[in-house]
Antibody, heavy 119, light 110 residues
């Protein structure tokens, strides 16, 4: 059974660094073909893809956020970490981690974690 | 910029067939696969169609997907009240090394 769970601060101040952790089970991020992505959704808005990390440590980023976002993994802990620097109130959103397959679909999602950026 | 365009809203009555389109704005970029997600208000998105017309286990067969060129479509045959939700398409664009979501379609069951 594949599960993912996001954790991190609910409130951060503008210009600070946001660190979110995705803890997963039911698969190994060391296994070929396994990848994890982060997706966010601002209140009332559409889903927005942020980043992806693959089993071989390849990393991909949204063009609009690549200067502020870093994704990393710790397969031994079954964790993926998203770091976003210099946050802004516009980064207020629910952040989801999800397993993404190499064909590009997100088959299992975490329940999401709400992050508010205060000014 | 690569954009997937969906109609902002769609509606139907129970039992009707409803289709939601998803079109790319750049014909020069091939869309290999289209996935679809359902998000009931207040809930986590759920995978409906994994690529083109593959349904994960547990997804009712009234949901089907299709792809043609640079566009895709989700069809719900036999609309149910519980299908009222937001629907998103998405595609991985190899040339951009990015996952792109459509803007979402709010489906209302009248």
């Amino acid at each position: 059974q594949v599960t993912l769970r996001e954790s991190g601060p609910a409130l951060v101040k503008a210009t600070q660094t946001l660190t979110l952790t995705c803890t997963f089970s039911g698969f190994s991020l060391s296994a070929p073909g396994m990848c994890v992505s982060w997706v966010r959704q601002s209140p009332g808005k559409a889903l927005e893809w942020l980043a992806r990390i693959d089993w071989d440590d390849d990393k991909y980023y949204s063009a609009s956020l690549k200067t502020r976002v870093t994704i990393s993994k710790d397969p031994s802990k079954n964790q993926v970490v998203l770091t976003m620097i210099n946050v802004d109130p516009l980064d207020t959103a629910t952040y989801y981690c999800a397993r993404i397959r190499t064909m590009g679909y997100l088959d299992f999602w975490g329940q999401g974690t709400q992050v508010t950026v205060s000014s | 910029q690569f954009v997937l365009t969906q109609p902002p809203s769609a509606s139907g009555t129970p039992g009707q067939r409803v289709s939601i389109s998803c079109s790319a704005n750049r014909s020069s970029i091939e869309i290999k696969t289209v996935s679809w997600y359902q998000q009931v208000p207040g809930a986590t998105p759920k995978l409906l169609i994994s690529f083109n017309n593959e349904r994960p286990s547990g997804v009712p067969d009234r949901f089907s997907g299709s792809k043609s060129g640079t566009s895709g479509a989700l069809t719900i045959s036999g609309l149910q009240p519980e299908d009222e939700a937001d629907y998103y398409c998405a595609t991985w664009v190899d040339s951009l090394k990015s996952l792109v979501f459509g803007g979402g379609t709010k489906l209302t069951v009248l």
